[in-house]
């Protein structure tokens, strides 16, 4: 596919992937995708990569590091409230 | 007029007030998200655990002067950004011109990897190596753009509150945010790419 055509729709991506692209943009992108395989390739990957990181976000606050916070903060009388 | 935080219950009149338990509440809505950003932001359990502290200590001392410009959380993330970012220059003082980050090139870095990756099963993109490698990548990103991904698609703050929490246009915002995922697909897409020639090899 022609590259400039790939370059100019680089920018609408980030709206593309979070469903907040213009209407006509989206069929422009769309359109293009159909028959640029590297453009697909990277809207795909874009997106996996984005979704991978929502769904990696499980740390936890470690127990030692709450009541540490807790005494920092002169809290200690409402530790155990939790 | 009351102001309570959406969603958490917590009463920011009782807060200016100097209720102690009001506070606690305060601390316990928002301190594994402000944990989980620093941790991303320094990799470092003991900063991150001095970003955190820090953060709810200036909360404290200032929440009688916040004026609820922004929502409580987006005011939270502002002052642990920057506790964040202050931790960092105490690390690295001599950041190289190079490796900063400047808004005023307006080229997107073009993407260069091509292997479709999708197709990995769920549990090898998002096992326990992979999820260290996801790590790794956000601390390859400059940190103007690293602290614009980990508010908005980590934190899920949107394209407004992030831009709040920086002090940056929504415009800014949205250049950086999709520089950064560009830039942490090609990171990706050599990861897993290497993955997929190896199972057809």
């Known amino acids: ?82 | 007029m009351v102001e309570i935080e959406a969603g958490t219950g917590i009463s920011l009149e009782a807060l200016q007030a100097g209720d102690r338990a009001e506070f606690a509440r305060l601390v316990d809505a928002f301190s594994t998200q402000i944990y989980r950003l620093a941790l991303k932001m320094l990799a470092d359990e003991q900063d991150a655990e001095d970003v955190l502290q820090n953060t709810f200590m200036k909360a404290l001392q200032s929440i009688e002067n916040f004026e609820g410009r922004s929502s409580l959380s987006t005011w939270l993330y502002r002052i642990a950004v920057n506790e964040a970012l202050m931790l960092l220059r105490r690390h690295k003082p001599t950041v190289s011109v190079a490796m900063d980050y400047e808004d005023d090139e307006d080229e997107f870095q073009h993407p260069t990897q091509f292997t479709d990756w999708c197709c990995l099963p769920e549990e090898d993109l998002l096992s326990a190596e992979s999820k260290k490698h996801l790590d790794k990548a956000i601390r390859q990103l400059p940190e103007k753009l690293r602290v614009v991904f980990l508010l908005r698609d980590i934190e899920g703050l949107s394209i407004r509150e992030t831009s709040e929490a920086l002090d940056l246009t929504e415009t800014a915002v949205k250049t950086r945010l999709l520089r950064a995922r560009l830039n942490l697909r090609e990171q990706l897409s050599s990861y897993y790419g290497e993955w997929l020639r190896e199972e057809q090899a």
């Open chain 1, 1 to 82: 596919m022609e590259e400039k055509n790939c370059k100019s729709l680089l920018g609408a991506l980030s709206d593309y992937v979070d469903g907040t692209a213009q209407e006509e943009l989206c069929r422009e992108l769309e359109r293009h995708l159909a028959n640029c395989d590297n453009c697909r390739i990277v809207v795909d990957t874009l997106k996996k990569t984005v979704y991978l990181y929502q769904s990696n976000t499980d740390t936890d606050l470690p127990v030692a590091v709450r009541e540490r916070l807790y005494k920092r903060l002169n809290l200690d009388e409402y530790l155990k409230t939790n």
